[in-house]
């Protein structure tokens, strides 16, 4: 037989049962603070049509679908064999489905779908999702994210309630040095429209988002790579760079935005927002105002968020803001929305680096030992009870050479407990718990369920 050198594909990972119960720690504390604002669960599938995705994600997040090549045609024959050249002239021709790359998309195409939901509707959705991106710290192919949504709300409230969560459920995980920076899709309209570049918004919008990677320069030549005159550059990066309160801010703005589009507006929610999120006792230090934010989706309309701690340099651990516009591309009707995504991927690596994750356990409560053929019987029975009574009980399920193999298998695993049955025991009528060599005791077999369970107490608050 040909040997197959295991390997997971690039951005994808194996995860051992300690990180996977501290990956559930995390998204249990999560939800628990989107379930203490009243939101509710949805899942939607995996795999959604490619007309469903296509067109919403903006270029750059189109081109890192997964895609699905489509059964039966062309292509599976060339797979098998049959034909030895296949030419295409339609992507559509051979591509019918793709990996989710958010869960946004997906939701909005779910609300459409579930037209009687109570509105606003506020909902949660933990889930995977995948990226054809370059694998990088931080940045996997496969990876989960915790979204929170409202739908069906014009209002600031939904927007900064959205801010307060975030806030809230990185503070809850033990974070304390961290932002979230707030920009508005229609303050970076209106100074775009004010320094003379309507015609080259998408252009400027790509290079402004990368202002924190590459820098001024950077973004410079990157709008006039993209086509975007050096003076209209020089203006659009002199005021998205104005440092300083919030309120001094868009005070500054209010008489280049006055004659725009939609940049009163920007600056009228954006101070709405600002009060609304002080009104409900958001920390000042944990959010701030900032031009310079766009979010590379084109589905924003309105407020944008994105969280990054202080250290480490990780990039952001959380991203969103409103999409007014998304759900009605499925509907034909408006629907306001507004919600966020908080990247467990990057909220594990920066809690590894601050040292905020909870110590390796098992998820065994007690090993029943097997001291040899004549205790068997009485020691599965003894698990299976202490089982019925809650406890999470396992024996080992394999011959065992004695107590010294079975303590070293319970050791490895992080078990905290042995209930031991010997011959002694037995034949007393007692069962021997042991946490270790100096910290053991003996109790009447008929207790050993609450006798297990007051010293697992014990020992978890020790």
Not at 82 to 109: G, M
Not at 135 to 158: F, H, I, K, N
Not at 297 to 316: H, N
Not at 353 to 382: K, M, Q, Y
């Amino acid at each position: 037989m040909r040997r197959v050198k295991p390997r997971t594909p690039p951005g994808m990972r194996d995860f051992t049962p300690t990180e996977v119960r501290q990956r559930t720690w995390v998204i249990e504390r999560i939800r628990t603070v989107f379930e203490r604002f009243g939101y509710e669960p949805v899942e939607t599938p995996t795999l959604e049509l490619f007309e469903t995705l296509k067109g919403k994600l903006g270029d750059e997040g189109e081109q890192l679908l997964f895609k699905v090549l489509r059964r039966g045609t062309a292509l599976e024959d060339l797979r098998l064999g049959r034909v030895n050249r296949v030419e295409v002239t339609d992507f559509d021709e051979v591509v019918d489905y793709a990996l989710i790359y958010d869960l946004t998309v997906p939701f909005s195409r779910f609300l459409a779908m579930h037209p009687t939901l109570p509105m606003p509707f506020k909902r949660y959705q933990i889930q995977r999702v995948w990226r054809g991106d370059k694998p990088q710290r931080g940045r996997y192919r496969e990876l989960y994210q915790c979204d929170v949504d409202v739908a069906g709300s014009a209002s600031m409230l939904a927007d900064a309630e959205i801010i307060a969560i975030t806030v809230e459920a990185l503070g809850e995980l033990g974070f304390e040095e961290f932002t979230t920076r707030i920009g508005h899709r229609k303050l970076l309209d209106g100074l775009v429209e004010s320094a003379g570049g309507g015609e080259h918004f998408q252009n400027i919008c790509v290079a402004i988002d990368k202002l924190e990677k590459i820098g001024s320069d950077g973004v410079r030549e990157e709008m006039a790579r993209r086509g975007v005159p050096a003076e209209i550059a020089t203006g659009i990066l002199k005021q998205v760079t104005q440092e300083g309160p919030a309120p001094e801010i868009l005070k500054r703005l209010e008489a280049p935005l006055a004659a725009t589009r939609q940049g009163p507006q920007g600056i009228a929610e954006t101070r709405e927002l600002l009060a609304i999120l002080s009104a409900m006792g958001v920390p000042e230090q944990h959010y701030r105002l900032d031009l310079r934010l766009v979010r590379g989706l084109d589905y924003y309309t309105g407020p944008v968020f994105e969280s990054i701690v202080t250290r480490p340099a990780i990039g952001s651990l959380t991203g969103g803001g409103r999409y007014d516009e998304l759900i009605g591309r499925f509907t034909g009707q408006p629907l306001p929305a507004t919600g966020t995504t908080i990247g467990l991927e990057r909220i594990i690596d920066a809690m590894k680096e601050h040292d905020l994750l909870p110590a390796a356990g098992s998820t065994t409560d007690l090993l029943v030992t097997i001291f040899d053929e004549a205790t068997r019987e009485a020691a599965l029975r003894l698990a299976t009870e202490l089982r019925a009574a809650g406890l999470r009980t396992e024996v080992l399920l394999k011959p065992s050479r004695g107590l010294k193999q079975q303590i070293a298998y319970a050791s490895a695993k992080g078990i905290p407990l042995l209930a031991i049955v010997g011959p002694d025991e037995l034949a007393a009528g007692l069962v021997t718990l042991r946490a270790g060599p100096r910290d053991q005791r003996q109790v009447p077999r008929d207790r050993a369920a609450a006798e297990a369970r007051t010293f697992l107490d014990a020992l978890a608050g020790s």
